[in-house]
């Protein structure tokens, strides 16, 4: 296990996930293709810097997202040009669009209060009592009154929709980061 | 291969299982192994757990939650935990948007007409003036009726003035925007309207009505909220009219299409030989094509029909469509013509989302990836079969 490069991909690929989501919503015409795509491309990636790592993570993190449009389209999965949609100008779109996911630790905190916040219900109480009060499995399957495997699936569940919304977040989620960041920089002269 | 999806709910349910607690040394061989397969497995797993890991920092929001107590939503959103400046920032901003409506209510209420009010205070004004100051008999005659005339005229006035007021135009323009060019414009009553490339509308908004032609081309609308003054669009035979909400309107020839990104809208139609139309609701996510056989609605997602309204971010997008319409949607915007030149060529599909004011880069496309020939003259591009 190379932990330097799992590492190195959470810090310098994966905090760029939601610019890369948006970036392939917009030119890919299937939005259902997106989830294997963020995937495939997120494959090349971690192999590519298992043999050398790139000098600009992000760069090389879209330029290895077209590659892999242009792949899809040459082997004919479509008869359209879809993906291949005008580069240059959603180029320079991505740039503009990407607030950087540098956050500080607050900044860290409140997108993590948010995604933990947008899950549903009874996953979101499990995921509180397990991860934040670290109560054993058992003793959270016993307080709620459910089994311990609902225990484990929900934190399971709570897992992958926390990974979506932290590192994913939908649209609005940045959107609304994004807005913050603007609000607070109106609001007062920036004092960090 | 196992799609993205299925990967990554097998990754959840190993570290779930492993955070679980009961987990052998036979487990994380069986795990390692999982991971060993593929990269997909890797990086899925990788995901998860930093995310996973990130969360504890979850922690820090429970100083002063009692313990076993799961907090109630956004319980930290004024919380000292939140950064201060976010906090009040958010706090100022739930008070100005709580003030919103008052000032809302406020504007209206000064704003309103008071029917009664003007008239009424133009007849007391105006009718002592009469017998008070006509001192001599001689004189009373043309005297009163120079006064009685006055006070005409000074009621005339004032109704003239309610009626103004009530019926007044206070906005009666037109706008139109050249081949190429988008524009928005700002109505008095707060709507805005985005103009697409060479379309026209005629704006007369008065304190009764909001009325807007749209001439041809198309527009989109952010109609101020009012419901005492709807707001119409016309075309042609058919009206689109809205209360506070966001839609777009084109014309085509006879043909309309209404696009409803927000709140609801209601098409109405012409009576036809006489009959009235149905007139059809539609509500955000609609795309409403009205030709001459009537009204075709597709409900669907707002986020599907915002598509429809990329133009004004530059951009023209395509799914499974038609090269002749898509051909025929960049002629909307440039002057140099791309043309159909054979039927074969018209029916070829195209998708994706392309700036519109680079033909140039979609026809490079064309050619790259389909069997299209492009024939550049100074005026028009002619895209054959190849």
Redesign the interface.
Known sequence: MDTAL?AW??DEI?VHEAALVHYLR??W?HVDDV??L???I??RV??AAGRARPHQPKSFLFATARHLMTDR?RRGR?????????F???NVLVDEVTPERRLGA?????R??D???LLPGRC??V???????EL??KEVAA?MGIT?KT???Q???G??L??EH??GATQSLADDAHD?DR??E???KQ?D | MAGSRQIERAAAAWLARRDGGDWSPGDQADFDAWLAQSTAHRVAWLRLQAAWNQSDRLKALAAGVPPGEVPARGAWSASPYAPRGEAQARRQEDQANADQPDRDEDASAVAAPQPNAAPVTAIATASPIGPKFAPRAVLRRPRAARYAAVAAIAVMAMSLLWGWQRYGVVEHRSYRTAMGALDTIGLADGSRATLSSDSRIEVALSRAQRHVALEHGEAFFDVAKDPGRPFAVDAGARRVIAVGTRFSVRRDGPDLRVVVTQGTVRLESEPVDGHTQPTTLLPAGSIALAGANGVLVRSGSVEDAERYVDWRNGYLVFRDTALSAAAAEFNRYNTRRLVIGDAAVGELRVGGNFRWSNAEVFVGLLEQAMPVRAERLPDRIVLHSR
Do not use: C
Not at chain 1, 127 to 133: A, D, G, N, P, T
């Open positions: 799992d991909f959470a994966l917009r030119v015409a989830h294997d963020r995937q495939e997120y494959v971690y192999e389209l479509v008869v359209s040009i879809e993906p291949v949609g005008d240059e100008s959603l607050r900044q860290n905190l409140r993590l209060a995604a933990f916040d979101r109480e995921v509180w009592l397990r991860r934040v009060e054993p499995q307080r311990e225990v484990e699936k934190v399971a569940k897992m992958r926390l990974a932290y590192y913050a609000n607070r109106h609001g007062r004092t």
